[in-house]
């Protein structure tokens, strides 16, 4: 299961809003109390929390309270609970640890430490290896409570050594800076309290003064740039006439410069028209010449086609006239025959 849902307790705002982001920087929802009456109250009515990071002092009842509070609830004792203190001591956390404390995170919170709490929480969570949930009596009596609840709690162990005023100096002298300790510590929350919310403020003021004038600076410059744009084609089109013109007169400048034929141009195109005349002389000459070979040529064809023909004539034509003659003597011989055969007939007769 991902360690997704934490219920963040402390009196402290800079405290809860410091470890609030690193904890929102792992992608968790985060849920803050500004004391332990308050966290007990929200658990009683909401959902239950994946993890409870608790501070350990704090006005009131202390952390180490509200653990035992918390553990002592059947419905909220599997909650894994991270107390947040400045104790450093190996026997103030193996103390802990025995009270019902899964880890501890020493003030103020670093981002490395954080991590290698939660990456042991969610190990721990997902292997089913949590810590079972110590057993504490509903209202015990605080005369008999073990050595190290009341070491956890700010109190002294328990003596049967007599009072003297030697014991009673360090007693009193020990309460007292106790007493200091716990004013020290609720001044300096109420310091830091204050101190947050007039740098909250003094940064709200200071972000809502830069976006007006920001956002007056983007009216005047959406005013100017509208100004601008009305007479940008004006200007566009006066400029652009003004370098037109310049480069209009520029250009005459040349052409008169160079305008006309000097010399030298006339000689060039005398040159010219000589050798174009030369060369249409010549294309003419062999035009010529070669025009004068092709109508020979072609009188030859024509006179050998027409001689050639005029042959063939005459040879039809006398073949023709002796075809005529030929039948002529036929006729003839046939005719005497005819003749020779009607007198011999008529002899015969």
Not at 245 to 258: D, H, T, V
Request: hydrophobic share 40%; aromatic share 4%.
């Amino acid at each position: 299961m991902a360690i997704k849902n934490a219920l963040l307790v402390d009196d402290s705002k800079v405290a809860r809003f410091a470890l609030g982001k690193l904890l929102e920087n792992h992608d968790m929802h985060v849920t803050m109390a500004g004391s332990a009456e308050e966290a007990l109250d929200f658990l009683n009515r909401h959902e239950h929390p994946d993890v409870i990071f608790m501070d350990h002092l704090m006005p009131g009842m202390n952390g180490v309270e509200a653990t035992k509070a918390i553990k002592s609830n059947p419905d909220t004792a599997g909650i894994p609970i991270v107390m947040c203190t400045s104790q450093k001591s190996s026997s103030f956390t193996r103390e802990a640890r025995n009270f019902g404390v899964y880890n501890i995170l020493t003030k103020p919170t670093q981002p490395d430490s954080l991590g290698l709490v939660l990456e042991q929480l969610a190990s721990d969570v997902s292997g089913g290896t949590l810590p079972a949930a110590p057993q504490f009596e509903v209202d015990p009596d605080p005369a008999q409570q073990p050595e190290s609840e009341q070491t956890l709690n700010g109190g002294s162990s328990p003596s049967v050594v007599p009072l003297t005023s030697d014991l009673i100096e360090q007693i009193s002298r020990s309460a007292v800076k106790t007493q200091v300790n716990n004013c020290l510590h609720e001044l300096l929350g109420s310091l830091f309290d204050e101190q947050f919310d007039h740098l909250k403020r003094a940064l709200e003021e200071s972000r809502s003064k830069q976006e007006s004038a920001i956002e007056e600076r983007l009216n005047a410059m959406n005013k100017l740039i509208e100004e601008r744009t009305e007479n940008l084609r004006d200007e566009v089109a006066a400029e652009v006439n003004l370098n037109l013109g310049r480069e209009l007169a520029e250009l005459k400048k040349e052409l008169s410069r160079n305008s006309g034929f000097t010399s030298n141009h006339m000689a060039e195109l005398k040159d010219h028209i000589t050798s174009v005349q030369t060369i249409d002389t010549e294309f003419w000459q062999t035009l010529q010449s070669e025009a004068i070979q092709q109508a020979h040529e072609i009188s030859r064809e024509t006179a050998e086609d027409i001689a050639q023909r005029t042959i063939d004539l005459f040879v039809a034509q006398q073949r023709s006239a002796s075809s005529r003659l030929y039948t002529v003597g036929l006729a003839i011989s046939l005719g005497v025959f005819s003749l020779g055969i009607a007198w011999l007939a008529g002899l015969f007769a």
